[in-house]
Structure formats: structure tokens, C-alpha cells
């Protein structure tokens, strides 16, 4: 059910962050770049980055030669974890060979030899410091980890401990590094649970945010002297919606710590030992696993589709909007918060959505189109174009109505339809198995960022009673959680604008 991630293709990666000359000019904390645009501006010629193994480039380079010339900490791997599998330049030789025999063996050698030109995902790491948190705008994995935790201390001092142990852990983390040196005592435990030792960091992010209890509890009580930077947004929280059978335990939370990685195993390591750091001061309320990305925050990631077969989030901000897009929808602003602690901050919106695909699956494919609003193949509205043409939601066909029907999901949740609103989503599916009759146990890990909840998410979420799609869904979890800017060079933990 956890399958390992599939390697992404070189334009779907980081170049900055594999050590490409080309993309030196971005600081750390930088929202990420398309590749092709960042070459784009740059003066080095293409052949240049590929020689330097930009993984943007790879697909430019001669074979053999990109895993090479990794810069910086990636050059330290040298050959990759899964060039070693796949073999060197011997195997690429036969599979050559064999290519040549064409038919059904030509296939299978042209998979080993593409294989070998990939670059590694385990060696992607992204900086925990800057403006804003990693795990926003970065380039979406494929794997997520997300837990809550419930705070059991009232001392303030030790909560903060607590912040500076597990900022100091998720940047170790983050570089591929243990959380602590193994001991060589026998009679204590390791500093480190080991599961994730010499994996690399797999392009891990760990991202920090504080529910409204953390702030004031269910009884009024303000026990971190903190109650009176606590936003009205996050205070009025999200509203009983439409088709929701919300499981309390699988709810909101003090503090959540959403972890994303292109391996399972990173992330859960991640989960694993910042649980275990916080033994006696926080304990885990729940947690959720993701497998596969159903949205992207790159123009050069492809976009994916959900449980229903469908493209997901065709209209998501990304990374390479302009930054006053990103600024009036995504980020908070001077003056969103008080004591303006959260500047550079967002707020993170989860709704965990059962989907009913059996019931689904029986829906001939006109219909499932009229109720998303898109062509299920190309993932075009039905109004005509391709998947990234604007819905024409006044176009009608020859009966006289609209080509997109009015209920559909693209035309309820459309910006246009709800002020303009828009949101950056980063869900994930999610497969828990099947109930006792048979049914798969799976949906949608909805997971949205947004500068004010109750602007752009809560109206929205609203409509949906609308939805022709809500007949096939089943809300049963829910949560909010307000987002610290990044971490600060000089600062001790995130958060600490809040404390300070």
C-alpha cells in the first residue's frame, strides 16, 4: 500500500538545490524556480549545466556522465543509491544491445537505459530556513507524513524546549543527517531510531503550525500567555459543512507537523523520532498518511489525478506566480495578525474526504464528466481547449445549456464563482483498505494554504453543499492551524516570533 516513489523527471526537480551553477543566485528559503525558467536567465550554456549535473539538464547530457559531476553535498554520492541497483555503464551496454533486437525486448532496454540517466530523489535536500517554512511552494512530493499532537505541559518553558528540539531534529533531518550521534553505551537508548540511516535526505520537509488550542483551551484558559496574539481567523475556525461525519480523534490538534518526502521511509522516520522527542511534554493525537501527490505547486510538475481517474487542482497557485499573486492569497501580511508575528506566515486547512469510488465507477463516463466539469483524458473543461484553458462557464451547446453544467466541481469552486478566491493545495490520496463489505477505505487528503481561511477556504468549502460531486464524498476529518513564518538565521526554533 506505501509503494516506493517513482524518479521524478529532471524537469520536476530542484536545480538550486542539486548544486547547478546555473541556479547559484537563489538564496535559501527561495521560493522554488521552474527549472527552465531559471535557465532561462541564466548565461551558462545548457551543455554547461548539464556538465555541472543539474538534473534539469540530464536529459541534455550524454549518458553516464550527469551522475558524475553532482556538486556540492550530492557529489558525495558520487554513483547513486539506485544506479548501484540498476548497474553502470555494462548494463547500459547490454540494454543497448538488446534494444537492437527490437519488439518486446527493445522495451525493456530502453527502461534500464532511461533508468540510469534519472536523477536520485534520495539526494534532494531543501533548507529549513527562510522567508517562509519549506513544504508550501516547494516542488510536491510524493509521500506525506502529517501528525497532530496535543501539548501536556502548562509551562511555557517547556513547550519552547520542546520547539528548539524538534526544529534542531527536522533541520538535521532535512540534510539527510541523524537527529543524533549513536551512542556506544549499551544501557541507554539511541539518540536516533535508525530506520532512515543512510537514506539521504530524499527531499524531506518538515513544517511546523499552531491550532487555536494551543493558544486558549475549550475552557477559556490562556496557559502560554499567549492568547492575545491568537488571529480572529484562527479563533472562528471552520463550520459544520454539508456531508460531514467528522471523527473528533482525527481532528484540529495543539500543534501540527506536516512531513513530506519522496520516500516513505524519510518521512516516517520523521514522524517516528519527533514523537519520540516529545515524549512527556507533547503526545500524538493522530496522524495521516499520503501516497501520491494529487496537485503540484510547479508549472514543471505534471498535474495528477485523484481517486476518481480525474486531473486534481488544474487552477492551484504555484510556485512561479507572481509574488503579489502569492501575497494577496497565500501569505500573511503586515497587519493580518497581531503583534504582525505571523508576517510570511499561512494558514494550513485540511479536510480528509472518503470517496465513494465503487458507486462512482458505475457512472458512464459522460456523466462523471459532467459532474467534475472536465474531459477525463485531457483534463480540459468541457467548454473546450486543453486542461490549462479558462473554463468558459457561459458557452452553451447546441440544447441550449451550458457545456459546464452549473453544478459541476470545476464551476462551484471556480475563483471566479467564489470572489476571486484562490489557494495553494498540496492534498495527497490516501488507502486505508476496505471496510467489511468489501469497500475500498480511500479518499482524498485535502490540504490547502492560504493567507486568510475564512476569505479564501471557508466560502468555498460552503458551496460545495452545491457540488454535484458531494454525492460520491464524505468529509470525517477537519483541522486549522496557523503556519510561523520560516526560520530566521540567528533564530533558535520556528515559532518564535509568537514567544518572544
Known sequence: MNDAPSPRKPEELDPAAMGCPAHAHRGEGAPATSAE?????????????????????????ETGTAMQTLTGKAAAYKISRRGMLLGTGAIAALGAALGGAGGFKAGH????????????????????????????????????????????????????????????AAERMMNGELI??????????PDDTGEADGLGPAALTVTFGFGKTLFVTEDG?????????????????????????????HCDGDVVIQVCSEDPMVALHAIHNLTRIGFGTASLKW?????????????????????????????????????????????????????DWAVGGSYLCVRKIKQFMEVWDELVLSEQEAIIGRNKITGAPLSGGDEFTQPDFEKKGEDGK?????????????????????????????????????????GLFFVAYVRNPQTNFVPVLANMVGDAMTEYLQHVASGLWIIPPGLKDGQDYVGQTLFE
Open 37 to 61: 525558467g531559471a535557465h532561462a536567465a541564466s548565461s551558462a550554456p545548457q551543455g554547461e549545466n548539464a556538465a555541472a549535473g543539474c538534473p534539469a539538464h540530464q536529459g541534455k547530457a
Open 109 to 168: 532496454s530502453y527502461g534500464v537505459a532511461k533508468a540510469q540517466v534519472e536523477a536520485d530523489v534520495m539526494q534532494i535536500s531543501y533548507p529549513i530556513r527562510g522567508t517562509n517554512q519549506p513544504g508550501i511552494l516547494t516542488p510536491q512530493q510524493q509521500q506525506m507524513h502529517t501528525a497532530a499532537y496535543t501539548i501536556t505541559t502548562d509551562r511555557k518553558e517547556s513547550l519552547i524546549r520542546l520547539l528548539k528540539q524538534w526544529t534542531l
Open 180 to 189: 543524533g550521534q549513536y551512542k556506544t553505551f549499551r544501557d541507554v537508548p
Open 221 to 249: 484558559k490562556d496557559r502560554f500567555g499567549i492568547k492575545h496574539k491568537m488571529p480572529k481567523e484562527l479563533a472562528e475556525g471552520i463550520h459544520r459543512m454539508a456531508a460531514e461525519k467528522l471523527d473528533p480523534n
Open 287 to 339: 496522524s495521516q498518511l499520503g501516497y501520491g501527490r494529487t496537485s503540484s505547486t510547479s508549472t514543471a510538475q505534471k498535474t495528477p489525478r485523484n481517486l476518481f481517474g480525474f486531473k486534481d487542482g488544474t487552477n492551484n497557485i504555484k510556485a512561479q506566480d507572481p509574488q503579489s499573486e502569492l501575497n494577496q492569497h497565500l501569505w500573511i501580511q503586515p497587519g493580518d495578525t497581531p503583534s
Open 402 to 442: 451550458p457545456l459546464i453544467p452549473e453544478d459541476s466541481h470545476v464551476a462551484v469552486v471556480h475563483p471566479s464563482h467564489n470572489s476571486g478566491a484562490r489557494m495553494l493545495r498540496r492534498g495527497y490520496n490516501y488507502m486505508e483498505g476496505n471496510d467489511k463489505l468489501g469497500r475500498l477505505e480511500g
